[in-house]
Nanobody, 129 residues
């Protein structure tokens, strides 16, 4: 199990912003795809965004495109998820995960949580007025 630690969750009003960080080692970030996933109460875990390890290619769920941005901070060894325009339905526990998905998948394919073997403990994001 690879070490991944999430931070940055909290309570925000609709339309607000939060920035989540997934901290790991440079070795892990260089060798694994890192993804952000979320799970709301009573719902299945869903992929939010994934970034590749070599060329930093990014993939997004349709529900967050244009609002969320995934990026890598090499100085801090983090994968960050900038979340803007937050909506009530974004409320969930957000997890980061590491994996090695096969090449050539569709965008939706890279967001499949079954392709990611190592998971952090999660951070709560609550959007409420």
């Amino acid at each position: 199990q690879l070490q991944l630690v999430e931070s940055g969750g909290g309570l925000v009003q609709p339309g607000g912003s939060l920035r989540l960080s997934c901290t790991s080692s440079k070795f892990i970030l260089d060798s694994e795809y890192i993804g952000w996933f979320r799970q709301a109460p009573g719902k299945a875990r869903e992929g939010v965004s994934v970034i590749s390890n070599s060329d930093y290619r990014t993939y997004y769920a349709d529900s967050v495109k244009g609002r969320f941005t995934i990026s890598r901070d090499n100085a801090k060894n983090t994968i960050d998820l900038q979340m803007n325009g937050l909506q009530l339905e974004d409320t969930a526990v957000y997890y980061c995960a590491a994996g090695r998905p096969p090449l050539g998948l569709s965008e939706a394919g890279y967001l499949d949580s079954r392709l990611f073997a190592s998971w952090g403990q999660g951070t709560q994001v609550t959007v409420s007025s």
